[in-house]
């Protein structure tokens, strides 16, 4: 069945790109928007950002997800309807964002193609498994790809899920990706302990976090493609292990996931660096850099990578073992500066060297921290894969939007949120 969805998704990708496939007016696509939320939106906002080196220029790709109307109008700013598909990205197709978004994409598509409601199965396909739910908002089944139960959303991107990504790259670039991450699957199944990338990287945030009370882990990416991958790790981490109960139902007695963070060097050099080199909180931190810049960069631009890479590694170097006050002395700074200008180093990290970032590279570096991932709920005893904690938000807002919309008197809020909704309502009134 897999193979089978992977085919289908080939044979579609390669009608858009090709120009085969058209709109309702004809017109070729050229812009695709993936609306989704969660794993459905930042994995594939992730992977293309990261693998936009390889992608179909010659097309606009747009990722929504968040239900503020801001980030649909946005993304649909200077976009022809008659040239845009939209990919929606719900297993159940009844998730309250994606399909708020879905529906006020496809009123701006049928006020923009006339309004004839046969124009939503040309430019608009999904992703999920509710053939009901989909036909009824007038896509053609035969254009709904499949996933199944057993696929998390936060480990979805390799999937169906990774549709507008097969477009972006081509189906042959996706499947080197999955490749890569068969590579570290086979890899973490077969290696030694002591040689076992993903088990020793889970083991060292297990040190830090339970035994030195390291209450963050900062992920730092030397290249600009990898924009969304922290964030992308945020989920994949704080979502499965972020949990204070035990599988059996007992309360953890330890430390379970951390708080994951940050951005792409060098940018964070010029902002939070100073506190992981001189504060007082202990910052596991990852490195991940590569031996060459994308080969499509310009002579000029591929020469400013020895510069990146050079903070790469000067970063790194300071921060475990930083300058002590005899060698700042040695410099002629003042001895009143001398305490300000020492670095204690001793601070952790791991660095993630690799040649070139390129689609089984990515697979390779997103199938590690799942592993990882993996590793550390199992000695926490925690379940990875579930998220109760985004469940009782998802209800809680669906018991308080009538008292936003209708003025509702919703029972069982609590004074605080009452006399909020009560001035939130008073702000809206406001002309």
């Known amino acids: ?164 990504l097969m477009i972006a790259i081509g189906p042959d670039r996706f499947r080197e990706m999955l490749d890569g991450f068969h590579t570290v699957d086979e890899h ?28 963050s882990h900062a992920v730092l990416p030397y290249s600009h493609y990898l924009s969304k991958f922290t964030a992308y790790l945020q989920q994949l981490d704080m979502e499965s292990n972020g949990k204070s109960v035990q599988r059996d139902g007992r309360p953890v007695e330890w430390q379970t996931g951390p708080v994951v963070w940050g951005t792409p060097g060098t940018n964070g050099q010029h902002a939070y660096y100073q506190l992981i080199h001189q504060g007082t909180k202990l910052i596991p931190a990852d490195f991940i850099g590569f031996a060459r810049p994308v080969a499509e960069l310009s002579d000029r631009l591929k020469a400013q990578h020895d510069l990146l890479m050079a903070n790469f590694f000067a970063q790194t170097q300071a921060l475990a073992f930083g300058k002590t006050a005899d060698e700042v002395r040695a410099e ?3 001895e009143e500066q ?11 990290t791991t660095t993630i060297l ?16 799942e592993h990882k991932v993996f590793v550390q709920g199992a000695i926490w005893n925690i379940d990875s894969f579930d998220q109760w904690g985004v469940e009782l938000g998802k209800v809680l807002a669906k018991r308080v939007e009538p008292a936003l919309t209708e003025g509702a008197d919703v029972p069982g809020l609590d004074p605080s949120t009452a006399a909020l909704v009560a001035a939130y309502r008073d702000l809206k009134e406001v002309k």
Do not use: C
Request: charged residues 20%; hydrophobic residues 45%.
């Open 188 to 215: 973490f199944r077969t290696a030694p302990a002591e040689a076992n990338a993903p088990l020793l990287l889970g083991l060292l945030g297990i040190w830090y976090g339970d035994f030195f009370d390291a209450q």
């Open 1 to 164: 069945k897999v193979h089978a969805v992977l085919d289908k998704m080939a044979a579609f990708a390669e009608r858009v790109r090709s120009g085969e496939w058209t709109g309702h007016t004809g017109k070729r696509i050229r812009n695709v928007v993936n609306i989704g939320i969660g794993g459905s939106d930042l994995g594939p906002a992730m992977a293309y950002e990261a693998l936009r080196a390889y992608t179909a220029r010659e097309l606009t790709f747009r990722f929504v997800s968040n239900v503020d109307g801001a980030d649909l109008h946005e993304a649909l700013h200077g976009l022809d309807p008659a040239e845009t598909l939209f990919i929606v990205a719900s297993k159940t197709f009844t998730t309250i964002e994606t399909i708020t978004n879905a529906t006020s994409a496809r009123a701006w598509l049928l006020e923009g193609l006339g309004g004839e409601d046969k124009a939503v199965a040309k430019h608009f396909v999904a992703l999920s498994t509710n053939a009901e739910k989909v036909t009824g908002f007038g896509i053609d089944v035969d254009n709904m790809f499949e996933f199944w139960d057993w696929v998390g959303g936060r480990y979805s991107y390799d999937s169906a899920i990774g549709l507008s």
């Open 354 to 369: 690799a040649p070139e970032l390129t689609p089984s590279v990515l697979g390779q570096l997103v199938a590690l921290y």
């Open 338 to 348: 001398v305490t300000a200008r020492t670095f204690q180093g001793n601070h952790p």
């Open 332 to 334: 002629g700074v003042p």
